[in-house]
């Protein structure tokens, strides 16, 4: 293999033309667009600079299209392969990007994934802020020679750590994830799906209607002068819990962790401050007897709230959001006014159908060119795919939120559509968590029906609501209301249980989807309650891997030498955790790996006290690690039950990516992922076969996962649709 590392120095200016301003689709479609210079360099030879007339014929000498040539990038996915294709019709047999790569070795996990800080990482020299010279400077002439003479050289100076850069992560990256970082970025750069404008136009005149509907009924109810006014008050959470209480509803509250933390900080700053005071005027001597008996007082009040019940510090706040269930139910208010107040509230604080219609409607207008499906890969530390680019702003257009699923978004998925003659064909792997999590606990019961096709949601319904599982199946078939309801409490229980939810979660991601088990809440609790019970008695084994890897978290927590451990699967041996060199560094941390060769790290990985949460497993600690979240570092939770969650969607996705790779090995070209769905465009006479070809390797398994209960579902459509 030829590796090709590129960088493109392009033409931008701070006022209205940035990455920081545009998504890279925007950015690069838009008139202004201009490569001002190329930088390129052969395997680890000397890296070359061209300027921008001399781009396509560098880019023809170097044949990036050859099935023998790799070429590599930083932020390639979202920014550089994409200028080749957009700008050049260059479209590269294998493309590989840094910030990939720096994810899978679990570099990502410890520094930022700039180019800068990966840099500095691997020692390979510093980065310089070249872009400072060029702002609002689009050919050579606008620049001062010695201004051109530095620009160039950033830019050969990029290319060349960039390239030294994957060098030294290329030994630790498997062939499948290369592979799979490049499929990926095709769906980018070989876009094959269409935007319809008149339907997006439609749907966007629709919800201004209804949008425009809904603030005249406000408007006229509270006597607002102007929209903006309305508004105001609509986004306003103390005006708008007076406009509830003008109604005779008081506002819903949920308890604040946060805001109570910063209350008895302040409270314990406050007593602080008062004692050192006191201390400072010889014991409050000499300060003023008003003012002493004053300070006394609030002392008192302090320590007595600090010293009583804890339930008394708590802090709340309203609860008005479309995840707190007491704000929904005001949408079945017997009180019309509530109900239309409310619908604003939501519709309002919820306008993110409408923010992605008008950005898959300027799109259209912006090009008649397909549609770039961008996808970070390996983004979450689980490895699945975040939706968007790496680096600067979002398209907003987010593929991964345009699932089937949510009928919400169905007009959206229909203006996205192939041209006449072709079809799309999506494949999507059935349960895959919930199979996964049976297979690593090795619940027997539960791998049988996933085994011989049967129905696992209907037989824990079954044991919940003590009807058999066949009638079940086939009145939830047959539309029958109530067995349909069954269904869905063990489908919930199967598929979201497993990660030892709490009985009261349970019990609200029932109601949140529409499940009500009785009409009076507090016996629809009952019920959940129950429900939520026999999953965990009928399911030992998934209940003893919590208690388990919640050992393992301690074991990780506090280990001091390489001794390598397994656990989970059919031999115990499934997956291998302990302490790991991080690629580029001397340090050492806690990771657990898959038999793919990803790993799943947890830096900084300690035992603290937990004073806020109380009591966990009988301790008064909890284990704690870093993760990087943009500029900042937070401290996360792990607990048994999060560890189980992370393997399980951890080794599902690398599952996943496997079938994905075999997939392309064939020659179908996967232009979409939407979670565990994988979708291609096919010339229409060829869907069935692509269609048998796409199930077959979905219904394979990897030699490291023997005996893996794997199923799928494929369509055919004409649309987003399905996918």
């Known amino acids: 293999m030829r590796y090709v590392t590129l960088d493109f120095e392009t033409y931008w200016r701070s006022a209205d033309y940035t990455l920081s301003k545009l998504g890279p689709i925007e950015y690069i479609r838009d008139e202004r667009f201009y490569a001002q210079l190329m930088s390129y360099r052969i395997d680890e030879g000397e890296t070359q600079v061209v300027e921008h007339d001399v781009i396509p014929h560098a880019l023809a000498s170097l044949n990036l299209t050859d099935p023998n040539v790799a070429v590599i990038a930083h932020n390639g996915s979202g920014f550089d392969f994409m200028i080749l294709s957009e700008r050049y019709g260059v479209h590269p047999a294998n493309m590989y990007d840094t910030i990939c790569m720096a994810r899978w070795c679990g570099v990502a996990r410890f520094t930022r994934e700039s180019h800068a800080a990966l840099t500095d990482w691997f020692g390979h020299g510093i980065k310089q802020a070249g872009t400072v010279v060029s702002d609002g400077k689009k050919t050579r002439e606008e620049f001062t020679p010695e201004e051109w003479a530095f620009f160039k050289q950033y830019c ?27 499929l990926t970025a095709k769906m980018a750069t070989e876009p094959a799906f269409r935007l319809n404008t008149l339907a997006l136009r439609d749907y966007i005149n629709e919800l201004s209607d209804k949008e425009e509907e809904a603030r005249k009924a406000i408007a006229y109810m509270f006597h607002f002068p102007t929209t903006e006014t309305m508004l105001k008050a609509i986004r306003s959470p103390l005006k708008f819990c007076d406009m509830l209480r003008s109604l005779g509803v008081e506002p819903p509250m949920k308890y604040s962790e946060t805001q109570t933390a910063t209350a008895v900080k302040k409270m314990k700053e406050r007593r602080d401050a008062i004692t050192a005071l006191f201390k400072e005027s010889d014991g409050g001597r000499t300060l003023e007897p008003a003012m002493r008996q004053q300070l006394m007082a609030e002392f008192a ?10 339930d008394d510090l708590k802090v709340y706040t309203p609860a008005l959001s479309k995840q707190d269930l007491p704000f929904l139910a005001l949408r079945d208010h017997p009180d019309l006014r509530v109900q239309q107040l409310v619908n604003m509230r939501l519709e309002h604080n919820s306008s993110i159908l409408m923010s992605r219609a008008k950005t898959f409607y300027k799109l259209a207008n912006q090009s008649s060119r397909p549609l770039p499906i961008l996808l970070k890969t390996f983004y979450a530390h689980t490895s699945r795919y975040g939706a968007g680019n790496s680096e600067g702003a979002s398209d907003g257009t987010n593929a991964q939120n345009l699932s089937k699923r949510n009928p919400q978004t169905l007009q959206i998925r229909q203006a996205i559509y192939v041209p006449k003659g072709y079809a799309v064909v999506a494949c999507d792997s059935s349960q895959i968590e919930a199979r996964m999590l049976a297979y690593i606990a090795q619940e027997k019961e539960l791998l049988k029906h996933f085994r011989e096709g049967g129905d696992p949601y209907a037989e824990l319904a079954a044991k919940t609501f003590g009807v058999s599982a066949q009638e079940i199946h086939d009145g939830a078939k047959a539309g029958d209301k109530r067995m349909k309801k069954y269904r869905n409490v063990g489908k919930l229980g199967v598929l979201s249980a497993g990660y030892a939810v709490g009985k009261e979660s349970y019990s609200n991601t029932l109601l949140r989807q529409g499940i009500k088990l009785d009409p009076d809440l507090e016996k629809h609790r009952e019920l959940a309650y129950h429900a939520h019970m026999v999953y965990r008695l009928s399911n030992p084994s998934i209940v003893a891997l919590w208690k388990r890897c919640q050992g393992i978290c301690e074991h990780m927590a506090t280990m001091t030498d390489a001794t390598q451990f397994c656990f989970g699967g059919p031999t115990d041996q499934l997956f291998t955790y302990g302490l790991c060199t991080v690629t580029g560094s001397d340090k050492v941390s806690p990771r657990i790996q898959m038999p793919s060769g990803y790993s799943i790290w947890y830096p900084d990985l300690s035992i603290e006290r937990s004073e806020s949460y109380g009591m966990r497993f009988g301790k008064d600690y909890e284990c704690m690690y870093s993760r990087i979240r943009g500029k900042t570092t937070q401290r996360i939770r792990l607990f048994g039950a999060s560890m189980v969650e992370n393997v399980t969607q951890g080794i599902a996705f690398q599952l996943l990516m496997w079938q994905a790779c075999r997939m392309e090995e064939c020659g179908i070209k996967l232009h979409c992922n939407i979670h565990d769905s994988f979708a291609t465009v096919v010339p229409e006479e060829q869907a069935e076969a692509v269609k048998r070809a796409m199930e077959l390797c979905m219904s394979a398994v990897p030699p490291w996962l023997p005996g893996f209960p794997v199923a799928c579902e494929a369509e055919i459509g004409t649309d987003f649709t399905i996918v």
């Not at 050969?156 to 490049?182: G, H, I, R, W």
């Open 301 to 310: 009040e302090i320590a007595k709230k600090l010293g009583g019940d804890e």
């Open 156 to 182: 050969k100076d990029d290319t060349t750590q960039c390239s030294e850069n994957f060098f030294a992560m290329l030994p630790y990256v498997s062939e499948d994830a290369l592979k799979f970082m490049s």
